[in-house]
Each structure stands twice: as structure tokens, then as C-alpha cells.
């Protein structure tokens, strides 16, 4: 017997070392492997000392005052104390309060606007779609707080905000009140508007490729079109309602800029505000608003695992039946939606092009009298800063080299998290296409989409303990690491979408004439699904150019664009922040038409687009 089992040993080692090779002969395999140690550091890590941040105290800050501790020690002063303490209420509860009213109202309103929008552009005879489908999707690829500096440069007056008149009280005398100017109203607007592209998006794709036999039958039935729009057509749009919401409400909940321009307190403003004399009880801040994202993401998993299927035995409808507007309402309703993009897709360009040659940015008292000749270049082109007033010492944006240098910077970074992005998104989709269910692979899919979920800025905050423990905080590589990271969601599954629709028969044909992994993701994959995973790279580099959440804790003010040009709105030159967002804007728009035009890759394609 004991001879047997001897004998046995050495089989079953090679056996062992066979089923390893066949294991790592897959490059999918090496690839989830890889991925799923890299990925759960790079993710997990930094929550992880985030969460050690909360009980640490910290030297100089409240915490080490009331509890007489030293650094490196640890407590639950700042858990107590922020819960129950004195200053809760303005600390947390009031923030907290605010900031679920305004995801909600954030869902609502882009969801509202959106679906609306969607529904009108695929199911009904509107007239110039294309231009409008192009247009809508201006204020998602502008940076966030664009429209929030239009509405304060448009409603703000001396009578209710104090400083100079806006555009609306120079031109016709009009002082909106202050809930219309500044705090949850213009904030939840102004971010709904902004996120208004998500519900288009998906929604308008369920709208477009929606079977038209349900409808038709309910309308055989005499079913009024109310309740088939209830009974049918919403709980067919239900998947996209709810991954909306998914998107927009972890998104709402961390905005720092819009909040901050408009004057509400927020869990985002308020880290921002604790975050030097309470460090431990800012960082529970972050903590509590990646709960609520992945809160949103089990309940949205628990929605829909329960969710009814709709089928049809009589199979796809070939052609959608769309709703008539009438002779001049197809044309009306086109006119109400080019108004409305016109003040928020164009305007806010114009805007921010006036503000630069205000010789007091913001005020617009000029309009009354007509007298443009106050008009001034300065903020452009001024070389040398004696005997000229109000620039604080700092050169014309044309001549001013910190502003180029942080330009430069700002798509270093773009670049750089997109290519990081972009190729392990790549690869991480297409690993898990080929292990559609595996547990290691939904294990890698999930960590990979973990950080879309969580707030920016808590994102952020994370990454700067995580990078202040590696000593590499303030650096370009912190702000790559922090990039890449937060961004390869965008790329996985925009890969991973595009994987699953190839046939595994075609790489299998490959394999067959014994032609090389990388020949086959070069010579027969990549090309078969160019513009997805075109996108998987493009997505990262946009949304980067025109971050500032992420990034505005991880490095000083001039390292890139978003931080510098808050630095300058802090600093009261509002004209640099302005021309700083122009620049921006015409940047995003140029790359973004340069990528339309070389790669036929369209945001709104598939909707309404061509």
C-alpha cells in the first residue's frame, strides 16, 4: 500500500504542474490573475487606510487637543464627536441632508430631462435631430462647473448676492432672490442639466431599440395611451431609469465644484472645510460617501435581479411605430429645445469669451449705457504687470507660464491615465468575456467598476492618504495612479460590451494555425471592434481633461489646469478662471470633433446621431 502511494506521488505532482501550464497557457487566465491582485491594492489599499485615517489621530487637529494622544495613536473621538458633538448638526447631519436632496433631485431632473428628450428624439417625428442630438450632449463634455459660473454670472445682483450686477440685473433690472441665485435650487438644476446626457443616452438606446409589437397590440386592444405608456413602456425603459440613477446619484453626491460656485454646504464642501483642523472627522466624511455609493449599487443589483421579463412570441417588430407632433409641433418643440441648448451647450463659451475682456469680471453695467470702450485685452495680453491694477502680479494668460505649464501638465495626465485606462480596461474586458461566469472574473469585474461608484472626492481623499504613506504625494504619479484608477470603469466596460460580441469561433479559427496571442488581439480583435474600444481610451482622456474633484486635494495648484484655475477663482481673478475655462472647453470640443471625424466614434451614435 505504501508503495503504491509512492509510486502515485510523482504522478500526481505532474499532474499538478500540467493543470498550472494549461492554466497559465491562457492568457486570460494570466491576465484576471494579474489584474485581481493589481486591482484589489490599487482599490481596496486605499479605502482601507482611508478607514484607518478615521481612528487615527492627528497632530495639530482637534482630536489630539481634546484627547491629549499623540500622533500615531488611535481613538473614536472623531466618530463620536462628529455623530454627537456639539457641532453635528452644522458638521454632518445639515451636509448629509443637503447632499441626498440633491442626488435625488439630480436624478430626477436628468432623468426628467433626459428621458424626455430621448423619447422625442426616437419616437417621435421631431425635426432637426441630428443638431439637436449633437448639441445636447455639450454640457456632460464640458467641465461641471461651467454652467454653474453662467447661472452666478447671469443671476447674481448687488441687491441679493452682493458684488456687481449679473447679466440679467445690468441688462434689464431683473434681482432674482437668493434661492434662485445660490443653494439647493440652482445646484440640483445646474447638475441635472449636467447629467442630463447620461438618461439620453440610455434610455434613448432602450427608446430606439425598443419592440414596437407590445405597443401596437395594446393599441389594437383600445388601450388608452397613458396606461400603455405605464404598463408597457416604462417597465421596459426600467433597466435604463435605474442604471441612470446608478450613475448619477454617486456622481451628484460628491460634486464638489457646483455646490461650492453655488453657495451649498454639502458632505463635499463640508470635507473640504474640516479637512485641516478635523482631518479624522473629514476623512469619515469620505467614508460615509462611498457607503452611500455602494448602497446605490446594491439596491440597483437587488432591483433588478427581481425585475419581470417582458418577451414577445411573435418575435421583433422591423419597424417603430413614432408618435406625430402635428404639422407645426414638430417644429415648435425643436424651436423650445434649441433655446434651451442654446443657453446651456453655446452661451456658457460666449460667456466665459466675454468675462476675459470685463475689466471687472462679472459686472455687466456696460450693457446699460452701451459703452464698450471699458472693453479691455488686459487679462490676455498684458507682459508686464507694473502700473496695471487688479492682475495681483500675474501676467496675460498668453504670457503667463504657469498657466501653459499647468495646461501642459493637465494633459499629461489626460493622456497618460487614458493610455493606463484604456489598456487594462481593454484586457480586463476581455478576460472576463472569455469567463463570462467564472467567480474570479466577476470578482475582477466588480473591482474594477468599484471606484466609478464611490464620490470623487472621496476617491481622491483616499488616494492622498494612500500616497502620502508611499511618500509620493504631490506628484504627477499620485495623480496618474488616482486617474487611471477612478477611469478604468469607463474602459472595461466599454471593452467588455464589445468583447461579448464576438463569436469565441473566431479566435478559436486562430488558435487553431497556431497564430500568437498578441497577433490575435492586433490582427482579428482590436480591429473587429475598433470605435468601442477606441472609446475605452477616449472616455478616460476627456473626462480627465476637465477634472477637478479627483485631483484638487493630490497636488498644488499649478501642477494642472482645474486646480489652477480654481486657485485663481479663490483668488478673485475671476477673468483667468473664466479664460482657463474657455481654454478647456474649445480643447474638449476640438479633441472631440478631431476623434469624431478620424474615427466615425460619436458619443449620441446609436440614439440619435449619425
Known sequence: MAQTI????????????????????????????????????????????????????????????????????YTLYNWIDLFTGKLARINLWVPLLNTVILACLTCFISIFYGGLFAYLVTRTNLKFKQYLSSIFIFPYIMPQWTLAMVWRNAFNSNAVTGGADGLLASLFGIHVPLWWCQGLFPSALVLGLHYAPFAYILIGGIFRNMDANLEEAATILDTPKWKSFLCITLPLVKPAILSTILLVFGSAMGSYPVPHYLGLTTLSTKYVALSSARAGEASIIAVIMMIFGVAILMLNQTSTSSRKNYTTVTGKSGQISKANL??????????????????????????????????????????????????????????????????????????????????????????????CAGTIGTLVGYAVSKHRRNKAAAYVNSVAFLPYLMPSLSVGVAFLIFGKTLSIGGTFLILMLTGTVKYIPFASRASLNSMLQISGEIEEAAIIQNIPWVKRMFGIIIPIQKSSIISSFLLPFMTCLRELTLFMLLCDQFKIMTTAMDYFDEMGLYAFSSGMNLILIVTILIFNALINKLTGASIDKGVGGK
Open 6 to 73: 509512492a509510486m502515485a506521488r510523482p504522478y500526481l505532482s505532474q499532474q499538478r504542474m500540467n493543470q498550472v501550464k494549461t492554466f497559465f497557457s491562457k492568457p486570460q487566465n494570466v491576465i484576471l490573475l494579474l489584474f485581481g491582485i493589481v486591482l484589489s491594492i490599487s482599490t481596496i489599499a486605499p479605502i482601507l487606510y482611508l478607514a484607518k485615517d478615521t481612528v487615527a489621530v492627528h497632530a495639530g487637529t482637534v482630536d489630539s487637543v481634546r484627547t491629549g494622544l499623540k500622533e500615531g495613536q
Open 326 to 419: 402635428g404639422r407645426y409641433g414638430k417644429y415648435i418643440v425643436a424651436g423650445i429645445f434649441m433655446i434651451l441648448t442654446l443657453f446651456t451647450s453655446i452661451y456658457p463659451i460666449i460667456s466665459f469669451g466675454i468675462e476675459t475682456f470685463l475689466p471687472n469680471p462679472g459686472d455687466y453695467s456696460f450693457l446699460k449705457t452701451g459703452d464698450f470702450s471699458h472693453l479691455t485685452t488686459k487679462w490676455w495680453t498684458t507682459s508686464d504687470t507694473l502700473g496695471e491694477y487688479g492682475l495681483f502680479g500675474q501676467l496675460g494668460m498668453l504670457h503667463n507660464k504657469q498657466i501653459w505649464k499647468a495646461f501642459a501638465g493637465q494633459l499629461y495626465v489626460a493622456l497618460v491615465c487614458a493610455l
